[in-house]
């Protein structure tokens, strides 16, 4: 890269920096048309006949990505489910596939019913353990190795660099849940993974008000042309209006997830000597286990996202998610608002979750009123 080259943060904020051709309008319009005139020699020279297909404002958004993650092309889907299970559906029956024990839950409960049902073998592996992932995959057979880092909810990291090492030899591609780490903090195509996934709901789109996924390939390659078909007939599209408030909330990517992570990292360091809280799972914090690869592979923040188990087991943890005035109980993360969340209820009996943890999406608020706003809610919790 040369100086004069605009930086990842400089194009997303400019949205890549494209201009209407025909109205020279900043912000983009909204392509609603579902379909597309032919030719009169019946061809389509413009590339697009149907929306399933083609929808003309998916172009900037996923040209944008594909920047921001340095790969060769994206796709948008009408939700990160949407996009990661498309990744399953291109594999055939029989297959093997490696996914980790701890991730988003709704995605390993799929992975271990319907995928299991529809023909997939699937082994669940300690992700966090190079030596687990080797010893999960079967040369030859495995055909996906699915990582998320950090994972949801223990933030527990997988080295990408050792993942894909394994995967490749054994003749799998490595995929990536990138959500929480966002292509601001780690790039995993940079580690040699050949896709990455995105609840776009989540960070890229930063306001709670669309649900959206997105897949990012390393290769334009035969295996990327069966998920552009699974997208098409599946159906599992974004819709036009969704797709230009996400490119709206990545413009503002780059300072949004700045701010997220450096609330996250001081919410984590005020509550760390917090009396009521008997452990805080965050990477930024020197004492968690994945925090030396976690500094390797994600750049300027460890990620809005963290958990607290708290003194006094599970019905402590629902009191003190009652008490909060600021944070807002909910699902969901990455957006401007923070979160609280008692996971354990979500995720259901199977959970790896410890039932006094709560999971915290840390947002853009003032770090100070965060900080207060659970300090209290922890104490008034505690004194019954
Ligand atoms: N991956 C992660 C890490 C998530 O947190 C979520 C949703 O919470 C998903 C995938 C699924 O995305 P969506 O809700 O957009 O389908």
């Not at 993942?163 to 490595?174: D, K, M, N, P, T």
């Not at 159906?235 to 408030?245: D, K, P, Q, R």
């Not at 780059?254 to 919410?267: D, E, S, T, Y």
Request: glycine share 10%; aromatic share 6%; hydrophobic share 40%.
């Amino acid at each position: 890269m040369t100086r004069t080259d605009p930086t990842r943060a400089t194009l997303a904020a400019q949205g890549l920096g494209r201009v209407d051709g025909s109205t020279r309008a900043i912000s983009p319009p909204i392509h609603l048309s579902s379909t597309f005139e032919r030719d009169p020699d019946n061809q389509y020279r413009s590339g697009r006949a149907y929306i399933r297909a083609d929808n003309p404002s998916f172009d900037q958004p996923e040209a944008l990505l594909t920047v921001l993650e340095g790969g060769a092309g994206s796709m948008l889907f009408s939700s990160g489910m949407a996009a990661a299970t498309a990744v399953f559906q291109a594999l055939s029956p029989g297959d093997h596939v490696v996914a980790p024990k701890v991730m988003y839950w709704s995605l390993r409960d799929w992975l271990l019913g319907f995928a299991r049902n529809w023909g997939l073998d699937v082994t669940i592996a300690d992700m966090t353990d190079t030596g687990a992932i080797g010893r999960a995959v079967r040369p030859g057979k495995t055909k996906v190795v699915w990582a998320e880092t950090p994972a949801n909810p223990l933030w527990g990291i997988t080295d990408l660099a050792a993942a894909v090492e394994i995967a490749h030899q054994a003749g799998a591609r490595l995929a990536v849940d990138s959500t929480v780490a966002t292509p601001v903090l780690t790039q995993p195509i940079d580690f040699g993974a050949d896709i990455v996934m995105h609840s776009a709901t989540k960070y890229l789109n930063g306001h709670s008000d669309i649900a959206a996924g997105a897949l990012v390939t390393r290769t334009d390659d035969e295996f990327w042309q069966r998920l552009k078909t699974a997208r098409k007939q599946l159906g599992g599209v974004l819709g036009s209006f969704e797709a230009w408030l996400l490119l709206r909330g990545m413009r503002t990517l780059f300072p949004r997830v700045r701010l997220a992570c450096a609330n996250a990292q001081r919410i984590a360091e005020s509550l760390q000597s917090n009396p009521h809280v008997v452990q805080v799972l965050y990477p930024g914090l020197p004492g968690c286990p994945g925090h030396a690869i976690a500094a390797k592979q994600m750049k300027g923040g460890f990620g809005g996202m963290l958990s607290i188990r708290v003194k006094g087991g599970e019905a402590a943890a629902v009191g003190t998610a009652a008490n909060v005035r600021i944070w807002k109980r909910a699902t969901s993360l990455g957006s401007t608002e923070s979160l609280i969340e008692h996971r354990a209820s979500v995720e259901g009996p199977d959970t790896p979750c410890p039932p006094d943890l709560l999971r915290l999406s840390a947002g853009i608020e003032d770090a100070d009123d965060l900080i207060d706003d659970l300090a209290a809610a922890l104490a008034a919790q505690s004194r019954g």
